[in-house]
């Protein structure tokens, strides 16, 4: 039970706090009387009652400090638990969703995936859909503080290089987590209130701008209709949203650092100016294929590839136009694109920009190394040395990520989906994206038509991605278990 006391005092918490956001949309639905408000007070009673339940035994076997095995399983356990309890509001619901539909919906939200299998979210009740965008908001706050304070802690894929006071959960550092904890919590609910406030003033109706706040600061994707952000055809709307998914994929430490110190030097982070980069180059390469093939208006196509690569790449998954119509290199650049994902420490998904700069980086050293055998070369990461452990540990990251996509791939095409929706959803559901490619699960469709076998292989990969697969890994090891 020892072991276990970490996990069910922090599940317990966790099980509590979403109660309490669960009687938000339930108090919506009683103000707009949508029927739905016994949806959310069941479900609000049910996380509380086992969230009591879980920190009053979490407690009475509490440990002073945390082994690397306890953190394994807090975060496993956090994972997967907690989008059940989410799940709840649909399931009660008079909407009548199959079990299997709200427990993806909600593993969706809460790894702020933004893949859905609703449909008629233009005339879905407003108390529903103040949910989805509300679990994606709370899955973004969870993950950057499982991104600050846990995963460097158990140097998963390289995340090593990122570990700092804050990654140290014994009782006499626990202060400082909790600190930087409430800190960060305030960044993001600031940005969160300033994008709301952004988006009401440049036309966006209250309700609209509080839920596409909510999910474009935690990169979750979530919309009010089945449009997307294809609804909005005011362009500075679509530019607030890119500036607010490049701060939600931001280093969200870059941004304390800044309140600390009021420097804004800080941003000259490698990881972050290496994102940007990405993203101007690409943009630039794309919009000039599109405007030299098509000649359409140039600004048009600007804002428009700007969104969609800003989107797919952050791992927000926002769509304000249908790109798998935009022709082959457009398809083939979003799919690699899928895999590249934001900055390590934020809301967003993918393999994170810090990995690909480190896999750059051995490739280099191994070019000098072949010109020059014996140079001594130094391997530095924003000044942090890069020892050979965080290398191994990168690249068992990437080989398990790549043997993930071809297992995944391979699952789906058994449950009789084509190569491309096979894929493309492998791809989507690991990387934490939202829309595949193709006309299934495209940017103007949806997985409401897939089987349930997939729908629930979906789901694994979705946490797989969100937990960066390899604490899954660990998991399923005999030697975890053991004494």
Known sequence: MKILSPSLLVLGAILNIAALFQLIPGVLSLVLDTGDQHAFFLSAAISSAVGIAAFSIGHLHRTPNMIPRQMFLITAIAWTVLPVFGSLPFVFSIQEIPFTDAVFEAVSGMTTTGSTVLVNLDSMPRDLLLWRSLLQWIGGLGIIGMAIAILPFLSVGGMKLFRTESSDWSDKSLPRTQELIKQMMFIYVGLTALCVLLFVLFGMDLFNAVNHALTTISTGGYSTSDSSFAQFSSPVLHWIAIVFMILGSSPFYLYIRVIKHRNLMMFRDKQLTGMLFIMVMLTLVLTLELYLRLGEGFWRILTQTTFNLVSV???????????????????????????????????SGGVKVFRVQLCFTIIREQIARAIHPRATLPRTYNGARVSDEILTSLVAFLFVMVISLAVLTLLLALTGLDLVT??????????????GLGSVVGPAGNFSTLPDVAKWLLCLGMTMGRLEFLTIIVLLSPAFWRN
């Open 313 to 347: 790449m952050t791992t927000t998954g926002f769509a304000s136009d249908d790109y798998s119509l935009w022709g082959g290199f457009a398809v083939a650049l979003f799919f690699f694109v899928t895999f590249i994902g934001g900055c390590s420490g934020s809301t």
């Open 422 to 435: 096979s894929l493309t959803s492998s791809a989507t559901a690991l990387m934490n994206v939202g829309p």
